[in-house]
């Protein structure tokens, strides 16, 4: 298939998943004004969808509240099962689902049905992990109580989603809280509503009852009066966002009066580390994996690349290498591996890091402009900066785009120091208000992943590098949580967002094929060092943080 036909619409299985209208209490509404949506990839004007405002918010959240006593009330077995019914309509249409992503998102064919998969998996995994929502008994000091914890579902619960993963983090946010008992609420990004509108069809088909799911379309202003409803709203219980640290603090503001449970999932600046003694060949697999999928434009993308003085030059030949062989273009046509970006101000924005950074020394091995000839405006490049520093915009801000600097450093006591210095708050200030997140970017050894670990948690508690390193290599140490997979691994840097994952020591996320490799000799490490840490085996991580959302602990 190549981008050349009409509207890449006009090609879907199923017409019917193409809606334009919001789903309010069960029924498709129109609002009073329409927006456009258009693909990123030609400026195509794709569909008008409902502009909704105040009034259709209010309503949403009535609706999902009354549908509430009725969700709740079935078993987690009966919710299960409308769950997985749901999850296999879309694996059914994970097809046409990749083609209306691609086509508003502009992401490769093949990423967008990676996404289809990756989503849909949140929704079996919780849709069965609901059934096994325990309580606890606590002990008593007075014979004349007894605690008993129990978990319940919260209420009403609202989504405020990003366009760069337009399927996963609506799943991933609502299939806990779904699957937990709750009614949901989700508010799409302007730039990727049909992705949402055609998931919610598919929930409606699956038998998902009125009210539970609603999805609330609008453009960016119209956004801004949605979000505020929901936040002064004292029947939503729980607010789940992921976009940008800016937007993450006005919604914490807006939050503040009504006390609202939050997670926020906010900006990264994710450093990659290759040491000498790595297997450069998987570095740099790992390196184009997190730099390049989805033309750079997601949270746990490494922004910066730390390169060890032994290995660098070879390491930055064969990236260079590596780079000239990725194919910019429409994400519909094949061997495309980068997709445009989302709008203009995202490509000013790559511009303007690229310009700084050769304007202070930088060397450009690869790409560095707008790429012209492939049918729109909003292509850029994939680029490769060599001799990179922290002075540079690149080392500081979140580029958000396919642009890799790479940075020498000599120690190990530098790097770390490099790494985390963007971070002033992340690391070092005790355990409570941070975490980190780990990635596994592709092709990173265990080796190496347990030695970020270690360090990381050493810099963490003890305020210093106390740890025992286990040993050197390639070490993707990601700031945010990585997607590989339903099974990835994540525990938090704190800018990033506030979690349940950080709420009580730090968490470790490990990989269901570690088969407890991994967490047992971290167990045994962090004993030894009288450290805590609680590790969540749990196969997965990726949701895991929102799944207590969910829930209120209630004693009785
Ligand atoms: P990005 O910069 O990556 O586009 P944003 O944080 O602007 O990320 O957007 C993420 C989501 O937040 C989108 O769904 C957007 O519509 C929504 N949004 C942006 N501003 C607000 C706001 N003031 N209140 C509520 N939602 C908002």
Redesign the pocket.
């Known amino acids: 298939m190549d981008s050349s036909t009409s509207s890449p619409l006009a090609a879907l299985a199923d017409a019917s998943l193409l809606k334009t209208q919001a789903l309010i209490n069960g029924e498709w509404v129109s609002g009073k004004t329409t927006f456009a949506v258009s693909d990123p990839a030609t400026g195509a004007h794709l569909a008008d969808v409902a502009n909704l405002g105040e009034q259709e918010t209010e309503a949403a959240i009535a609706a999902a509240n009354k549908a509430w006593i009725g969700w709740r009330t079935k078993t987690a077995k009966e919710r299960g099962a409308i769950l997985l019914r749901w999850q296999q309509l879309l694996m059914k249409h994970a097809d046409d689902l990749a083609r209306i992503m691609t086509a508003e998102q502009g992401k490769p064919l093949a990423e967008a049905k990676g996404e289809v998969v990756y989503g849909a998996s949140f929704i079996d995994w919780f849709a069965e992990e609901a059934k096994r929502v325990y309580g606890e008994t606590i002990p008593t000091t007075d014979n004349n109580k007894r605690y008993l914890v129990i978990k319940q579902s919260m209420g009403v619960c609202a989504a ?5 993963f337009p399927l996963a983090m609506i799943t991933r946010k609502v299939a806990p809280a779904l699957a937990a008992g709750c009614t949901v609420i989700i ?4 730039a990727t509503p049909l992705t949402a509108l055609a998931v919610a069809e598919l929930a409606q088909r699956a038998g998902m009852p009125a009210g539970v799911l609603n999805v609330l379309t ?1 453009d ?1 202003e119209a ?2 009066a ?3 409803v929901i936040c002064d709203s004292d029947v939503v219980r729980h607010l789940s ?1 992921t ?2 640290t ?2 993450g603090r ?2 914490m503001r807006q939050c503040a009066p009504t006390v609202k449970k939050l997670s926020l999932e906010l900006g990264g600046n994710a450093p990659f580390i290759v040491f000498d003694d790595a297997d450069l060949d998987s570095a740099v697999e790992g390196a184009m994996v997190s730099k390049y999928r989805n033309a750079g434009q997601t949270c746990v993308c490494a922004n910066r690349i730390y390169v060890q003085a032994g290995v660098y030059d070879a390491f930055v030949e064969k990236l260079a290498a590596k780079v000239a062989t990725l194919k910019v273009g429409n994400g519909f046509d094949a061997g495309v591996n980068v997709g445009p970006l989302i709008e203009e101000a995202a490509l000013v924005k790559v511009e303007t890091h690229v310009a700084d950074a050769l304007a202070l020394g930088a060397r450009l091995l690869a790409g560095g402009k707008r790429a012209e000839g492939l049918g729109g405006t909003q292509f850029f490049e994939a680029t490769l900066l060599a001799d990179a520093t922290p002075q540079m915009l690149c080392s500081r801000e979140e580029t958000f785009g396919p642009v890799a600097p790479v940075f020498k450093f000599k120690t190990e006591d530098e790097v770390v120091a490099l790494a985390t210095q963007q971070h002033p708050r992340a690391l070092g200030h005790g355990v409570g208000d941070v975490g980190f997140h780990l990635g596994h970017g592709g092709g990173v050894d265990q080796r190496a992943l347990l030695h970020a670990v270690l360090q990381a948690i050493a810099d963490l508690e003890a305020g210093h590098r106390g740890a025992e390193l286990v040993g050197k290599g390639l070490v993707n140490l990601l700031m945010h949580i990585d997607a590989v997979g339903a099974d990835a691994g994540l525990a938090g840097i704190a800018e990033l967002g506030n979690d349940r994952a950080f709420d009580s020591g730090v968490q470790v996320g490990v990989f269901k094929h570690d088969e407890g490799g991994i967490a047992a000799q971290l167990q045994r490490k962090l004993l030894d060092g009288g450290r805590r840490l609680r590790i969540q085996q749990a196969a997965n991580l990726g949701g895991a943080g929102e799944a207590e959302l969910a829930h209120d602990r209630v004693a009785r």
Request: zero cysteines; charged letters at 15%.
């Open positions: 405020i989603t990003p366009w760069n508010k799409p990004a302007e609008a960016a956004s801004i949605v979000g505020k966002f976009g940008s800016e937007v006005i919604l």
